[in-house]
Every structure is written in structure tokens, then in C-alpha cells.
């Protein structure tokens, strides 16, 4: 099933003229440094604390992460934090590269080019060198990325939520509208798509993606990840480090290198990473609950649902500043949401923001109740006025001997007008086996 991108003007040119491939080399690492997260200071969350302006320094060769604090605050970090003691820490970043190549296992790669034959696809990226992939590992090829984070992330979840009973291939189109069949090929012109008994060709201009339906996809969420600058999200299965470039082993068994420096100063190994989100025992997330009940109480007559691991709106989980996040529970008010506390429940720990679709607008206040029996609540916890223009509020609430808990989502100063909320990795810290 061959598919080949025609690379771009500019990277023939590179391709021939090291002039003119030092000059993009250059432009890229000031692009990536200037978009990326990983240029200001993240959050670090442990089991027993979250800490805030913490940049990663190294990984060591044990993969181990050193970090360190650049708040003047006297808070005290570990020396080195390996995969067990780790919750998470950063953010992941937006693609800005023109295609996305999303692998079976739930690992999405930004690609600048794409060029394939009949067994395998290779991929040329801003952060890892050239990798090959068989088609095996495959479940979507996006060949056009959408300029609006909107629609880039309606297009993102529509392939990755391809999994049809016929198991039949998909293409998306220009214009949006899609076409079920089989895949026979796509080359630098046209694309051949079996429809019936009869198989027809497509200008491959107008095919905006390709969705493989006989490929289920893995769930990302249930092993560790890694984040890196070009908006690149790794299901990590190994991570190892080798003088100035960092090796990561997907499920797949794909090997994944980032790029070495070619000048003092160019990012290396740990400056390409802005994401780490691990698996522990003590740490049960959110989203693996069932909510026991949800209500919402419309302002003026538009009823609105949450949604798990998406915004409101059904797209990804993103706050102002273009930081984004792969759990969580989009909200809008007046709503309640109550789940059941697993048994050991020590902590509930959550970020909460409102929803990059409110811009500097919106204004929410955020409370928490717990429970003993699911009747009698206990509010223990209410937020200041938030605002779209505000930043990441974090909340850790002890929850020991509760058995329920709610969240809700009040209006504040303007009605409910883009009051969009996001609680940003809901997750609940249980006493170890």
C-alpha cells in the first residue's frame, strides 16, 4: 500500500544545498524554542506533592529524571526521580508540522515529510531522525494538517476513532467529506480507493487523510508517554540516553532518536522533551472512573453534557496559552459531577483552567464536596472567580475516610457565556498495597 508525499520546495533545496539546510536547521531550533513548553517551567506532579516552576535538567543513564526548581521558593526536589516515583510533569506542546503519522499503539509522530512504499513509511521529523515504519504499526497517515487547532483536533479524533465493524479503510477530503472503502494506494498524484467492485481515483490533492479500519488502536493512556517539542506523543516502553541524543522504545518495539546538535547551544537529548506522564499503582486517574452522577442545570436553555478527556466541545483538552493535555473532564456550568472513591483514597490532586475556546473570557468559580454516603455532602473546597485570562489553578483536597466526591462548576460575574472549564488531570493518590 505505497503512499508518498512530494516533499516541499524548500526541502529539495535543503535536501541539495548545505547552505540552505543550515539556515532551516537553524529556523526550526529558534521555532521549537520559542513555541515550546519546555522553554518555561512546568509543573512536577509526585505522589505526595505537586510542585510548580520545574524544568527538566537530565536523564540519567539509569533513565532516571533530574529536575530542578527555578522558584525562590526553598522547595526541596529529589535528586534524580525514577518512572515509579513519578506522576507527571510538563505539557505537551502543538503540532506544527504539516502531517501527523498515528501509530497503532496510541503514539502520534508530527512528520515534515512522508514518503513510503509498498512495506514501510519513513518519516523526517523536526525532533527525531529518520525513521522507518512498517505499515503494520500504522492506523493513520494525516497528509494535510488543518491551520486551526479546531479543526485539527475534529480531524486527529476522527482517524483515531476509526474502528468501523466492516473494517473498512477511510479518507477524509479537503472539503471534509469522506469516502469508506479499500485502501489499493496513494502515490504523489492520486489515491485508489476500492469502492465495491470498483476501484477509483482520487486527485491526492484533495485527500486530507488516510485511516486504516482493520487496525484497532491501543490505548495510549495505559502506559508510559513522553512529549516532545515538535507536539510529538510517545507511548514510551524504554527510555535511554547515549551522549547527547535520547533513544525511545515505543510498544511497537519502534526505536525513536532525537536529532544530536550541530552547534554549541543547539537543543540535545533532554531539551526536546516537555511531557512525561508515568503508571503507577498508588495513582488511580480520574478518567478510569464511571461518574455515579451527572446533572447540569442550564443558564439559558442549552444543556450541556461533560466530556471525558476532551473539552465541552468534544475537541482537545487546551488552555490559553496553547498548552495541552491528554486527561481531564471538560465542563460547563451551572454542572456536578460525582464519581466513588476508590478504597485507600488519600488524596484528589487536579489542575483547573478554563478552556483555550474562551480566550480571556468566561468567569467560573470551581467547588468540591465530599461524602460518606453519597446524600450528605461537605463542601471543602471553593476556588476564587476564574477567568479566561487567568493561568493553571492547582488543587490537592486529603480525601482519607471519604467515600464520594463531586465537582462543580458554577457562573460567575458574566452569565454562562464561554464558561468552557477544564479539570486538568484529575487523579486520586491511594495507599500502596
Known amino acids: 500500500m505505497p503512499i508518498y ?3 516541499a520546495r524548500k526541502s529539495e533545496r ?24 519546555s522553554a518555561l517551567s512546568q509543573r512536577l506532579h509526585l505522589p505526595g506533592k505537586t510542585v510548580s516552576n520545574v524544568t527538566l535538567k537530565a536523564v540519567t543513564p539509569d533513565s532516571e529524571f533530574a529536575f530542578e526548581s527555578t522558584a525562590d521558593n526553598g522547595e526541596q526536589l529529589p535528586g534524580t526521580v525514577s518512572w515509579s516515583d513519578l506522576v507527571s510533569w510538563g505539557s505537551m506542546a502543538v503540532v506544527r508540522t504539516p502531517h501527523l503519522v498515528v501509530l497503532t499503539d496510541g503514539s502520534c509522530i508530527a512528520a515534515t515529510q512522508v514518503q513510503t512504499n509498498k512495506e514501510s513509511l519513513r518519516i523526517e521529523s523536526e525532533v527525531f531522525e529518520s525513521v522507518e515504519l512498517p505499515w503494520a504499526n500504522v492506523k493513520a497517515v494525516i497528509l494535510q494538517l488543518p491551520r486551526r487547532l479546531e479543526d485539527r483536533d475534529k480531524l486527529v479524533f476522527d482517524v483515531c476513532d476509526h474502528e468501523p465493524e466492516d473494517k473498512s479503510d477511510l479518507l477524509i477530503m479537503s472539503d471534509g467529506s469522506k469516502v469508506s472503502g479499500s485502501i489499493l494506494f496513494v502515490d504523489g498524484d492520486t ?46 516502553k524504554r527510555l535511554e540516553v547515549d551522549a ?12 525513536l532518536t532525537t536529532l544530536s546538535p550541530l552547534l554549541s547551544g543547539d537543543p540535545s537529548d533532554v ?19 464511571a461518574p455515579s452522577h451527572f446533572r447540569h442545570i442550564p443558564l439559558l436553555g442549552l444543556n450541556w453534557r461533560f466530556n471525558i478527556n476532551r473539552s465541552v466541545e468534544g475537541l482537545r483538552l487546551r488552555i490559553r496559552n496553547g498548552d495541552s493535555y491528554l486527561r481531564g473532564i471538560g465542563m460547563h456550568p451551572t454542572s456536578v459531577i460525582q464519581f466513588e472513591l476508590p478504597t485507600g483514597s488519600v488524596d484528589f490532586v487536579t489542575e483547573v483552567a478554563m478552556d483555550h475556546s474562551a480566550g480571556r473570557r468566561g468567569s467560573v468559580s470551581v467547588h468540591i464536596l465530599l461524602s460518606d454516603n453519597g446524600e450528605d455532602w461537605d463542601e471543602v473546597y471553593t476556588s476564587k472567580v476564574i477567568h479566561g485570562s487567568d493561568g493553571v489553578l492547582p488543587i490537592r483536597i486529603p480525601v482519607s475516610g471519604r467515600k464520594h466526591i463531586s ?16 479539570w486538568l488531570r484529575p487523579y486520586i493518590v491511594v495507599k500502596p498495597n
Open 14 to 37: 535543503a535536501a541539495t544545498n548545505p547552505c540552505w539546510q543550515l539556515r532551516l536547521y537553524i529556523a526550526t531550533v529558534f521555532v521549537l524554542l520559542l513555541i515550546s513548553p
Open 407 to 422: 465537582l462543580v462548576v458554577n457562573h460567575a460575574n458574566d452569565g454562562d457565556v464561554l464558561d468552557h472549564v477544564n
Open 271 to 289: 531539551d526536546y522533551l516537555c511531557f512525561i506522564q508515568s503508571v503507577r499503582e498508588n495513582i488511580v486517574w480520574l478518567d478510569t472512573i
Open 244 to 255: 547527547d541524543t535520547i533513544q525511545i522504545e515505543t510498544t511497537e518495539e519502534t526505536r
Open 191 to 236: 489515491v485508489q480507493i476500492q469502492l465495491g467492485t470498483l476501484p477509483v481515483l482520487i486527485e491526492r490533492k484533495r485527500v486530507r487523510a488516510v485511516a486504516f479500519g482493520g487496525k484497532g488502536l491501543n490505548n495510549l493512556l495505559q502506559s508510559r508517554i513522553i512529549g516532545t517539542l515538535d507536539g510529538s506523543v510517545i507511548r514510551c
Open 5 to 7: 508525499q512530494q516533499p
